[in-house]
C-alpha cells in the first residue's frame, strides 16, 4: 500500500561507452570474454522461481566460431509451457496488488545492475552469443536495455498519474488495472534490449509473463534473468522457458487466461499468431492485446542536393553495422545519378577499409551472421543476383561459412527498382542501389511507397529544405521511424519511440508510454458524495 505520490527518479539515457585501447571497459569487457569463453555455461530454464533443466540439451556456439562450445541450454516442452503458465497465474494476484512503486524499485534495480557490475557480462554473452562487436553490443545489452527499464518507469508514472476531472459532489478515479490474465513475451535473436524489454514492460505494468526468447540469444537471456533475480524479482513474474515455437503456441493461444503478445520476429509468423488468436477468440476471458513489431525493408532516399560523403556514411554503417541483421536496417537505396559516382567510390573505400571477423577482435567492424540457416538464406539472394543481366556487384559478393558465419558486406546496384533485392527483406548484410535520373524525383517517391509492404525506418538525405519538408509528408505511412539526414537506424529510448505499421507490425512505439498503454486495462471509478434519494428532477414539475 502506498502513502504518498512518489516522483521516479528522473531518467536520462545510459552514456554510450566507447571501449578505446586500454580504457577500463575494454579491459573489464576482454576478461568477461574470457571467462564465457574458457567454461561451457548451463543455461536452465526458470519457471516459478526455480531453475528448471531437462534431459535435452541443445548447444550454444559463437556465430564467428561454430566449432567452440559456449555452453548448453535445456530445452522444453509441453509441460513446461503448461507450468510456467500456471507459476504466472500463481504469481499474479500478488504481483498487481504490489504497490507500483515496489515494482518500479526492483526494474531500476536492475538497471544499475546493468550499468554496473553486469555491464561488461552482459555485453560480452551478446557479443559472443549472438557475434556483435563491442560497440554494438554497448548500445544494445547494455544501454538500450538500461534505457529502457528506466524509461519505462517514469512513463508508468506518468500514466498512474493521468486522473480525469471531478464535478462538485463527486470524486473520479481512473485506476490502470493489469491485463486479467499472463502475458507471451517471445522475443528475437537480434537485440538484447528487446529481449530484455518486452517482458519487463508488460511485468512492471502489474502483469505476469510467460517469455520465450530465440534459441540464438539465449546465453544473454540467462544473464538478464540473473540481473532480475538479483534485483528482487519475485518468483512467477517472468518465467523464462526454451520450447519449440508451435509446441509454446499450440498451448498458450488455446488457453482461457491468454491476455496478450509482446512480440518481435518476422512478419510470417506474427501474422500466423494474428490469425490463430483471431480463430480462437471466442475461448479467452477478454480480447487479448496484439502488439508486434516485425519486419522491414527500409530505404534511404537521397536526393541531388545531399552530402556524398554523409551520404555514403550512413549507408555503410546503416546497412552493415551488426552485419544488417537490425529491422531497422539500410536495405535499398535510391541514389541521384549525378552524386552517384561520388558515393559509389565513398563506400568502395570504406568497404575496402572494413574489417571482417570475430568479436573478440575489436577492430573488425563485420562479424559473422547469427547461424547457418540465415547464412544459407542472405547468400542465395548473392547468388542469384550474380547470374542476374539486372545487378552490377559494386562491392562484396563473397561469403564462407567454414568456421564462422561470414558474409562480407555486399552492394547491389540494380537496374529495375522492383528487382527482388529492393523488394524483399534479406535480413543481412546487402545493400541495393537503383541510379535514378534527378528528373524522375517525384516518381522515385513514389515507388520508394509502393515497392515494399513494410514501413519501419526510412530515411531522406537533401539540403534543399522544401525537398525535406515534400518528402516527409508524401512519405509519412512509409516509415513508422523517419530520419533526415542519417542512417534509419539506432532509436534510443526517450528520444525516438520505435516502431512501425503496414506489414511492420503494430506501431505501439516501444520506449514510450504509448506501449505501456496496451498492458493495462483501466477502471474508472465515480464515488458521489451525497447521493439522491429520490428519483424527481426539477424539470419534472408543474408550471
Same mark, same amino acid.
Given at each position: 500500500?502506498?502513502?504518498?505520490?512518489?516522483?521516479?527518479?528522473?531518467?536520462?539515457?545510459?552514456?554510450?561507452?566507447?571501449?578505446?585501447?586500454?580504457?577500463?571497459?575494454?579491459?573489464?569487457?576482454?576478461?568477461?570474454?574470457?571467462?564465457?569463453?574458457?567454461?561451457?555455461?548451463?543455461?536452465?530454464?526458470?519457471?516459478?522461481?526455480?531453475?528448471?533443466?531437462?534431459?535435452?540439451?541443445?548447444?550454444?556456439?559463437?556465430?564467428?566460431?561454430?566449432?567452440?562450445?559456449?555452453?548448453?541450454?535445456?530445452? $522444453?516442452?509441453?509441460?513446461?509451457?503448461?507450468? +510456467?503458465?500456471?507459476?504466472? %497465474? *500463481? /504469481? =499474479?494476484?500478488?504481483?498487481?496488488? !504490489?504497490?507500483?512503486?515496489?515494482?518500479?524499485?526492483?526494474?531500476?534495480?536492475?538497471?544499475?545492475?546493468?550499468?554496473?557490475?553486469?555491464?561488461?557480462?552482459?555485453?560480452?554473452?551478446?557479443?559472443?552469443?549472438?557475434?556483435?562487436?563491442?560497440?554494438?553490443?554497448?548500445?544494445?545489452?547494455?544501454?538500450?536495455?538500461?534505457?529502457?527499464?528506466?524509461?519505462?518507469?517514469?512513463?508508468?508514472?506518468?500514466?498512474?498519474?493521468?486522473?480525469?476531472?471531478?464535478?462538485?459532489?463527486?470524486?473520479?478515479?481512473?485506476?490502470?488495472?493489469?491485463?486479467?490474465?499472463?502475458?507471451?513475451?517471445?522475443?528475437?535473436?537480434?537485440?538484447?534490449?528487446?529481449?530484455?524489454?518486452?517482458?519487463?514492460?508488460?511485468?512492471?505494468? $502489474?502483469?505476469?509473463?510467460?517469455?520465450?526468447? +530465440?534459441?540464438?540469444?539465449? %546465453? *544473454? /537471456? =540467462?544473464?538478464?534473468?540473473?540481473? !532480475?533475480?538479483?534485483?528482487?524479482?519475485?518468483?512467477?513474474?517472468?518465467?523464462?522457458?526454451?520450447?519449440?515455437?508451435?509446441?509454446?503456441?499450440?498451448?498458450?493461444?488455446?488457453?482461457?487466461?491468454?491476455?496478450?503478445?509482446?512480440?518481435?520476429?518476422?512478419?510470417?509468423?506474427?501474422?500466423?499468431?494474428?490469425?490463430?488468436?483471431?480463430?480462437?477468440?471466442?475461448?479467452?476471458?477478454?480480447?487479448?492485446?496484439?502488439?508486434?513489431?516485425?519486419?522491414?525493408?527500409?530505404?534511404?532516399?537521397?536526393?541531388?542536393?545531399?552530402?556524398?560523403?554523409?551520404?555514403?556514411?550512413?549507408?555503410?554503417?546503416?546497412?552493415?553495422?551488426?552485419?544488417?541483421?537490425?529491422?531497422?536496417?539500410?536495405?535499398?537505396?535510391?541514389?541521384?545519378?549525378?552524386?552517384?559516382?561520388?558515393?559509389?567510390?565513398?563506400?568502395? %573505400?570504406?568497404?575496402?577499409?572494413?574489417?571482417?571477423?570475430?568479436?573478440?577482435?575489436?577492430?573488425?567492424?563485420?562479424?559473422?551472421?547469427?547461424?547457418?540457416?540465415?547464412?544459407?538464406?542472405?547468400?542465395?539472394?548473392?547468388?542469384?543476383?550474380?547470374?542476374?543481366?539486372?545487378?552490377?556487384?559494386?562491392?562484396?559478393?563473397?561469403?564462407?561459412?567454414?568456421?564462422?558465419?561470414?558474409?562480407?558486406?555486399?552492394?547491389?546496384?540494380?537496374?529495375?527498382?522492383?528487382?527482388?533485392?529492393?523488394?524483399?527483406?534479406?535480413?543481412?548484410?546487402?545493400?541495393?542501389?537503383?541510379?535514378?535520373?534527378?528528373?524522375?524525383?517525384?516518381?522515385?517517391?513514389?515507388?520508394?511507397?509502393?515497392?515494399?509492404?513494410?514501413?519501419?525506418?526510412?530515411?531522406?538525405?537533401?539540403?534543399?529544405?522544401?525537398?525535406?519538408?515534400?518528402?516527409?509528408?508524401?512519405?509519412?505511412?512509409?516509415?513508422?521511424?523517419?530520419?533526415?539526414?542519417?542512417?534509419?537506424?539506432?532509436?534510443?529510448?526517450?528520444?525516438?519511440?520505435?516502431?512501425?505499421?503496414?506489414?511492420?507490425?503494430?506501431?505501439?512505439?516501444?520506449?514510450?508510454?504509448?506501449?505501456?498503454?496496451?498492458?493495462?486495462?483501466?477502471?474508472?471509478?465515480?464515488?458521489?458524495?451525497?447521493?439522491?434519494?429520490?428519483?424527481?428532477?426539477?424539470?419534472?414539475?408543474?408550471?
Amino acid at each position: 500500500m502506498s502513502f504518498g505520490f512518489f516522483n521516479a527518479p528522473s531518467p536520462a539515457n545510459e552514456p554510450v561507452k566507447e571501449y578505446r585501447p586500454g580504457s577500463p571497459e575494454r579491459e573489464a569487457v576482454k576478461a568477461a570474454l574470457a571467462d564465457f569463453w574458457a567454461i561451457e555455461t548451463e543455461i536452465p530454464m526458470y519457471i516459478g522461481g526455480k531453475e528448471v533443466r531437462t534431459d535435452h540439451k541443445l548447444r550454444v556456439a559463437p556465430p564467428h566460431d561454430h566449432q567452440h562450445t559456449l555452453g548448453y541450454f535445456y530445452e $522444453g516442452d509441453a509441460q513446461h509451457v503448461e507450468q +510456467a503458465i500456471e507459476a504466472a %497465474l *500463481s /504469481a =499474479k494476484e500478488a504481483w498487481a496488488k !504490489l504497490s507500483w512503486e515496489h515494482r518500479a524499485s526492483i526494474f531500476l534495480k536492475a538497471a544499475d545492475l546493468i550499468a554496473g557490475p553486469y555491464r561488461a557480462r552482459i555485453n560480452a554473452a551478446t557479443m559472443l552469443g549472438q557475434s556483435k562487436n563491442a560497440y554494438q553490443a554497448e548500445i544494445d545489452s547494455a544501454c538500450e536495455l538500461i534505457d529502457f527499464l528506466r524509461f519505462n518507469v517514469h512513463y508508468a508514472t506518468e500514466i498512474y498519474q493521468q486522473q480525469p476531472n471531478s464535478s462538485p459532489g463527486v470524486w473520479n478515479r481512473l485506476e490502470y488495472r493489469p491485463l486479467e490474465g499472463f502475458i507471451f513475451a517471445l522475443t528475437p535473436f537480434n537485440f538484447t534490449a528487446i529481449a530484455g524489454n518486452l517482458p519487463t514492460s508488460a511485468a512492471l505494468m $502489474g502483469n505476469t509473463v510467460v517469455w520465450k526468447p +530465440a534459441y540464438s540469444q539465449v %546465453l *544473454s /537471456a =540467462k544473464v538478464i534473468m540473473d540481473v !532480475l533475480n538479483e534485483a528482487g524479482l519475485p518468483a512467477g513474474v517472468i518465467n523464462l522457458i526454451f520450447v519449440d515455437g508451435p509446441i509454446a503456441g499450440e498451448i498458450i493461444f488455446n488457453h482461457a487466461d491468454f491476455a496478450g503478445i509482446h512480440f518481435t520476429g518476422s512478419t510470417g509468423v506474427f501474422q500466423q499468431i494474428w490469425g490463430t488468436i483471431g480463430a480462437n477468440i471466442h475461448k479467452y476471458k477478454s480480447y487479448p492485446r496484439i502488439v508486434g513489431e516485425t519486419g522491414g525493408k527500409d530505404f534511404v532516399l537521397v536526393h541531388e542536393s545531399a552530402n556524398a560523403d554523409e551520404v555514403a556514411t550512413g549507408l555503410v554503417r546503416g546497412a552493415f553495422e551488426y552485419q544488417g541483421q537490425k529491422c531497422s536496417a539500410a536495405s535499398r537505396a535510391y541514389v541521384p545519378s549525378t552524386l552517384w559516382p561520388e558515393v559509389e567510390a565513398k563506400i568502395k %573505400l570504406y568497404l575496402g577499409e572494413i574489417k571482417m571477423g570475430g568479436t573478440e577482435d575489436f577492430t573488425n567492424f563485420i562479424n559473422a551472421v547469427i547461424d547457418e540457416r540465415a547464412f544459407k538464406k542472405i547468400t542465395a539472394y548473392i547468388d542469384e543476383a550474380k547470374k542476374s543481366d539486372q545487378v552490377t556487384i559494386i562491392a562484396g559478393g563473397n561469403y564462407d561459412g567454414s568456421k564462422g558465419y561470414f558474409i562480407e558486406p555486399t552492394v547491389l546496384k540494380v537496374d529495375n527498382p522492383a528487382y527482388r533485392t529492393m523488394c524483399e527483406e534479406i535480413f543481412g548484410p546487402v545493400l541495393s542501389v537503383y541510379v535514378y535520373e534527378p528528373s524522375d524525383f517525384d516518381k522515385i517517391i513514389e515507388t520508394v511507397n509502393t515497392t515494399s509492404p513494410y514501413a519501419l525506418t526510412g530515411s531522406i538525405f537533401a539540403k534543399d529544405r522544401y525537398i525535406i519538408d515534400h518528402v516527409t509528408s508524401k512519405l509519412q505511412n512509409a516509415a513508422g521511424n523517419f530520419y533526415i539526414n542519417d542512417k534509419p537506424t539506432g532509436a534510443v529510448v526517450g528520444q525516438q519511440p520505435f516502431g512501425g505499421a503496414r506489414a511492420s507490425g503494430t506501431n505501439d512505439k516501444a520506449g514510450s508510454a504509448l506501449n505501456l498503454y496496451r498492458w493495462v486495462s483501466a477502471r474508472t471509478i465515480k464515488e458521489t458524495f451525497v447521493s439522491p434519494k429520490h428519483y424527481n428532477y426539477p424539470f419534472l414539475q408543474g408550471e
